[in-house]
């Protein structure tokens, strides 16, 4: 068994089963980007593979673990397996009209039948559209803030690096074009990621990652758009700051042996 937890078990405290909506969406958005090793019939002939169906009561399901060493444990001997990542299963499950048994007796179990991947795909195809506007920022919603503060946070942690950092704002009414939302005077009635410091080429990736993510987290009124900027955020905004830290300075190099004369 794997020593230590995996990223799919710190993201249950409780079984997924029994977790609320927010708490099941962040695990399956982390599922969806985790290498899981998959059960096989057989060992793989060139790019031909067969996954190893097995028919539950609920329906057939094909078996996948996120540590090789978790799906040998199952099945008691080395197996069949190919590795992928859980969003690739989840498309050749839903063309198999299968589902999917995850990590069986570890905390992150999971049993994702037909109708829960065909959802996961669907949240895996958002994308953020192109746009441009002038828009009024202010601070975000508290609200939306306690929503998704956390997850956003662990989201973008995984960008360090890529980008400098980023700002959740809000926007101010009386109304975003196509939002159809009006709020009480000075709340804002969407929101908006700023992302600082993203080189150009990466940012429609960048975007539809974010997109990705914001789409397992629990809708806020008016949206969640996502921008570029490297301008200062408004004030109230809630930072991310990715900055790298400077590595420590240099030790100071010995002084040499006295001169004599």
Known sequence: MTANPTALDQLAPVPFHDADPPQRARMLSRLADTE??????AEPAGDSIELRIFPLETGPVALACDAEDRLADFFGAPVA?????GRVLAGLLLAEGAGLLVNPGHPSEMLLDAAMLD???????AA??????RLRLTAPAPATVEALAEPLAARLGDMRGLIAGAALAGVAGPGVAGSGVAGPEGAPVAHLLLVEGAPTDRQPAIAKALAEALAFLP??????DISFSDGAAPAGALRFDLTLPEPPPAP????GPPILR
């Open 36 to 41: 899981l090793v998959v059960a096989l019939t």
């Open 128 to 133: 953020p559209e192109a746009a441009e506007a």
């Open 119 to 125: 959802w996961l795909q669907g949240a895996l195809s």
């Open 219 to 224: 809708p806020q009124p008016g949206g969640v």
């Open 81 to 85: 397996y190919a590795a992928m990542p």
């Open 252 to 255: 100071p190099r010995p002084k």
